[in-house]
């Protein structure tokens, strides 16, 4: 069993930064992937970052270029750093973790954005 914990959410203005963060209980280096997901009112959950065993990243477009996800093995922390935050950037921020055929989930920050 994997439990996930995130910090780090709260009240900012656009243009602003956050840094998130994901408590992982076990080894992350083991984990297949880690991510980052986000769910808007009266919206489906999206992914916002993915951070593959690897070492390799990726980001939807709405995403890219403004938000980092990153890793800490020793910590069994994972990072978002995000910048250049906007209004429609509002959601509750899941960390999520693949490991050994198991998806699971963190109870989720929430993340405000105001204009």
């Known amino acids: 069993q994997v439990q996930l914990v995130e910090s780090g959410g709260g009240l900012v203005q656009a243009g602003g930064s956050l840094r998130l963060s994901c408590a992982a209980s076990?080894?992350?280096?083991?984990?297949?992937?880690m991510g980052w997901y986000r769910q808007a009112p009266g919206k489906q959950r999206e992914l916002v970052a993915i951070?593959?065993?690897?070492?390799?990243?990726n980001y939807p477009e709405s995403t890219k270029g403004r938000f980092t996800i990153s890793r800490d093995n020793a910590k069994n922390t994972v990072y978002l750093q995000m910048d250049s935050l906007k209004p429609e950037d509002t959601a509750v921020y899941y960390c999520?973790?693949?490991?050994?055929?198991?998806?699971?989930w963190g109870q989720g920050t929430q993340v405000t954005v105001s204009s």
């Open positions: 999520n973790a693949d490991h050994l055929g198991v998806r699971y």
């Open positions: 951070i593959i065993r690897s070492g390799y990243t």
């Open positions: 076990g080894n992350i280096g083991s984990f297949n992937v």
